[in-house]
């Protein structure tokens, strides 16, 4: 029996697998921001999905920056409680098995290259906009090699001749600093929505000049019906891509909000 997670900043998604094919329903619940707290409740979910079996093997997606073991989180933005403790340690000795962590973003571009809108493509980029930004690079199946991941997020782009982070400028948490409501509160029609489209589209621009994929998977929060429109990053993208011939293919994510877990069966796979 194996254990997949998706450990996100605002809820974490955690399931039980028999064939490394399927997945039991999830269990959901909001992630603790204490490390103490958010260990303790992960273990015991752990235990109930497992009852009296055994655990091979556990793959867990994580929202930040890892270590280069892999073994703990260096820098979570949005999950700070939880950076520098030894996760995999503690979660190996608890449970008697063998964990293994990754991005979390790294592991639902997995999930959606093996499973959902990036399937049969060589090499897919997947790109999440909801709290914060993330993007990985998938290549034949397969997370790209890095030293520290993937954070094409916290790329700088220049607006009103200032150096600007594009997570400050279009995630979720930007909205909620500059507009003080949620996303969803602003409405289908906003011009804000657009804006963000074109931003996200300079993004995308570099990140495609340094990748090169066959097919860039947009996911998040903000690709909702009220949200950034791909169909506008799209013609966005057009108007301003020069050196290449084409553009990748850009399709909307299809696993929804279980990709890290169908991440977390292919990274089985590839362990075995």
């Known amino acids: ?79 700070g409680g939880w950076n520098k403790y030894p996760v995999a340690d503690d979660l190996e000795h608890a449970l008697h098995t063998v964990v293994t962590l990754e991005n979390d973003t790294a592991l639902v571009g997995l999930g959606e290259a093996t499973a959902g809108a990036g399937s049969g493509t060589e090499i897919m980029v997947y790109v999440t906009v909801s709290t914060g930004i993330g993007g990985v690079r998938i290549v034949r199946g397969v997370i790209d090699p890095s030293v520290y991941g993937f954070e094409m997020g916290h790329q700088y782009l220049f607006v009103d001749d200032q150096p600007k982070d594009l997570c400050d400028l279009i995630s979720g948490t930007a909205i909620v600093e500059k507009y003080h409501v949620q996303p969803k509160e602003l409405g289908k029609g906003a011009p804000v929505w657009d804006e963000f489209a074109r931003y996200l589209a300079f993004g995308l621009h570099n990140t495609i000049l340094h990748w090169s994929p066959n097919r860039i998977v947009l996911g998040g929060s903000m690709f909702k019906e009220i949200g950034i429109s791909i169909d506008a990053v799209r013609a966005h993208l057009d108007e301003i891509m020069h050196m290449f011939p084409t553009l990748p293919e850009i399709v909307h994510s299809g696993l929804g909000d279980v990709g890290g877990l169908y991440g977390g069966l292919a990274r089985l796979k590839q362990l075995r």
């Open 1 to 79: 029996m194996y254990i997949v997670a998706d450990v996100g900043s605002t809820n974490t998604r955690i399931a039980r697998s028999k064939d490394l094919d399927t997945f039991d329903e999830p269990l959901i619940y909001s992630t603790p921001h204490t490390y103490e707290e958010g260990i303790r409740t992960f273990i015991a979910h752990a235990q109930e999905l497992a009852g009296t079996e055994s655990i091979e093997r556990i793959v867990i997606g994580l929202p930040g920056v890892l270590n280069t073991d892999k073994r703990s989180l260096f820098n979570a933005p949005y999950l």
